[in-house]
């Protein structure tokens, strides 16, 4: 058996560990899969599906590259008046939030040595009215890290 000792897992659980550390994050629920609405909080980070590819080096198949993409997503929910300010509030927190992300993998593309590199390479933001009495609006911004990294086996 040849294992793929993939940085999948270790990459996810690393990330969460650093965010989890960033002083801009306090308050904001981190977690490495999703989770139900009422788990996350009115401020998360949650992370989904992981697209991956994988080139095997010509030589004895004894290392490779990995390269995938992580989907992630924010969610922000603001209660107050159903008024603009409610809006930019929510949206503006979410966009605050995916900075805290991006400034971290800038700060340590390696997340500790885990991948040789990585970075956001994109983002969709979804508006939302929610809460029990539609008393709320949410925003969530949907984001892809692209991740690179050299296995060595054997």
Not at 66 to 93: C, F, H, N, P
Not at 105 to 123: K, R, Y
């Amino acid at each position: 058996m040849v294992a793929l000792n993939t940085t999948v897992s270790p990459f996810l659980s690393g990330l969460c560990d650093a965010l989890a550390l960033r002083s801009g994050l306090q308050g904001v629920a981190i977690f490495s899969g999703p989770v139900t609405d009422t788990t996350g909080g009115n401020e998360a980070i949650e992370f989904g599906e992981v697209h991956n590819s994988i080139d095997w080096y010509a030589l004895g198949r004894k290392g490779r590259k990995e390269s995938y993409d992580v989907v992630g997503w924010t969610l922000v929910v603001k209660y107050g008046k159903a008024e603009e300010q409610t809006i930019r509030d929510a949206r503006d927190r979410a966009f605050a939030i995916l900075d805290e992300i991006n400034t971290c993998i800038v700060d340590d593309p390696t997340v500790g040595g885990i991948v040789t590199s990585c970075g956001l390479t994109a983002f969709d933001l979804s508006q939302v009215i929610t809460g029990k009495n539609t008393n709320a609006r949410g925003a969530a911004i949907a984001f892809t890290i692209s991740v690179e990294a050299i296995i060595r086996t054997g």
